[in-house]
């Protein structure tokens, strides 16, 4: 059964969500805060804008993650070896900064008889990444997710980003970038098979366990 952590945020969150107008009027305040007009040529639209791009952003808050992995392929001719899923492009966001997030994930699992099309593998990541994050929590939601929904025999997670909030910020460290995974099942206990993983996506015993 899906677990209750990987459903949409709940309804009366979402119902809470102030009006298009009180996000532009949000984005004018934030302006003048920071010191400018925001009356002026040009920032005159830029709240209109801001609001478009948060929907774009934000759209994960509006996903199930679930639905995404519901539809499985059994004619998989017997196949049980790993299923890895590389470079997956990830852009979210800092929920302590607001900053930007940019990376990419690497998605594993072991089928137990059913396998999911690639591409709602990308869909997860992309659903918990168009939410304010933490790396470390995105990485465990993804993982669990998949675990709950396709139930295999192990599910592994691996997350490599940049955080703005790092870079363009506070000790301004460039060229740093957070590694984070999560492994499940037999990525956790088998040995063989999470260096197998780890080799594949290029990190021999970089990340030996969650």
């Not at 072991?110 to 690639?118: A, F």
Request: glycine content about 6%; hydrophobic content about 40%.
């Amino acid at each position: 059964m899906p677990s209750a952590k990987n459903a949409p945020i709940a309804e009366s969150a979402l119902s809470e969500r102030p009006s298009r107008e009180e996000a532009e009027e949000a984005v004018r305040t934030l302006l003048r805060w920071a010191g400018d007009d925001p009356a002026r040529e040009g920032l005159h639209d830029t709240p209109a804008r801001v609001a478009r791009a948060y929907e774009e952003w934000f759209a994960g808050y509006d996903d199930d993650p679930v639905e995404y992995l519901q539809r499985t392929f059994e004619e998989v001719e017997g196949y049980d070896e790993i299923v890895l899923l590389k470079n997956i492009r990830v852009e979210s966001y800092c929920e302590h900064h607001m900053a930007p997030i940019i990376g990419k994930a690497h998605v594993a699992y072991l089928p137990d008889s059913r396998v999911v099309g690639i591409s709602k593998l990308a869909r997860v990541v992309e659903t918990y990444a168009r939410r304010f994050q933490v790396q470390e929590k995105m990485t465990a939601q993804i993982a669990q997710c998949i675990q709950d929904v396709l139930q295999p025999r192990g599910v592994a997670v691996v997350i490599e980003a940049t955080h703005q909030c790092m870079t363009t910020r506070g000790v301004h460290k460039t060229g740093v970038s957070m590694v984070t995974s999560k492994m499940l099942g037999a990525f956790r206990s088998d040995p063989m098979t999470r260096r197998e993983f780890l080799t594949i996506i290029g990190n021999p015993a970089s990340v030996i366990s969650d």
